[in-house]
T-cell receptor
């Protein structure tokens, strides 16, 4: 079946602009995660959605970052007023319910964001 | 908070050599441990996992044993191939469910 898909695959933007990154999880996966992979910080957790529960936003680096998940499926990560340090590969992952420490997370190919 | 430390790379080996990539962790409770692999130009994919102490995860000739006494989850393979060249990430999942990753180790296997 189809895996996790993300769009766009590449995004180049100017400093100060807003960007939206999209993630389509695997059908039937109720848990969805966003991570960021950057040269300086490695792979770091950003935000986690589980069903209808309030998202865990503990990894978001600043209030310029936000995410939503509509209808329990597609998710959009929004970065407002982008800065050069936001340049990174943004990865989305999904897993089966219940999302717990045992279940495999399936990763999408990522969106490479470059802020000029 | 939870953390994962793995050996820095790159690790360069000849084909058929023995591979060890060290990974240690700091965590409260009983985390699950994972190795993920990122092949050139591809996304992260799960290589193997172990969910409790003394469990051994294995896949594609790779193995790792969950050692609670030494808080380690070292990755091993008896005979590497050129196709194993990739970046390997050790990770843990704990009560919060998100993954905490190590810094990644690049493996280069030469024919």
């Amino acid at each position: 079946g189809a895996g996790v898909s993300q769009s766009p695959s590449n995004k180049v933007t100017e400093k100060g602009k807003d960007v939206e990154l999209r993630c389509d999880p695997i059908s039937g996966h109720t848990a969805l995660y966003w991570y960021r992979q950057s040269l300086g910080q490695g792979l770091e957790f950003l935000i986690y959605f589980q069903g209808n529960s309030a998202p865990d936003k503990s990894g978001l680096p600043s209030d310029r970052f936000s995410a939503e998940r509509t209808g329990g499926s597609v998710s959009t990560l929004t970065i407002q007023r982008t800065q050069q340090e936001d340049s990174a590969v943004y990865l989305c992952a999904s897993s089966l319910e219940p999302a717990d420490r045992y279940n495999e997370q399936f990763f999408g190919p990522g969106t490479r964001l470059t802020v000029l | 908070g939870d953390s994962v430390t793995q050996m820095e790379g790159p690790v360069t080996l000849s084909e058929e050599a023995f591979l060890t990539i060290n990974c240690t962790y700091t965590a409260t409770g009983y985390p699950s441990l994972f190795w993920y692999v990122q092949y050139p130009g591809e996304g992260l994919q799960l290589l193997l996992k172990a969910t409790k102490a003394d469990d051994k995860g294995s896949n594609k000739g790779f193995e790792a044993t969950y050692r609670k006494e030494t808080t380690s989850f070292h990755l091993e393979k008896g005979s590497v191939q050129v196709s194993d060249s990739a970046v390997y990430f050790c990770a843990l999942s704990n009560a919060g469910n998100m993954l905490t990753f190590g810094g990644g180790t690049r493996l280069m296997v030469k024919p």
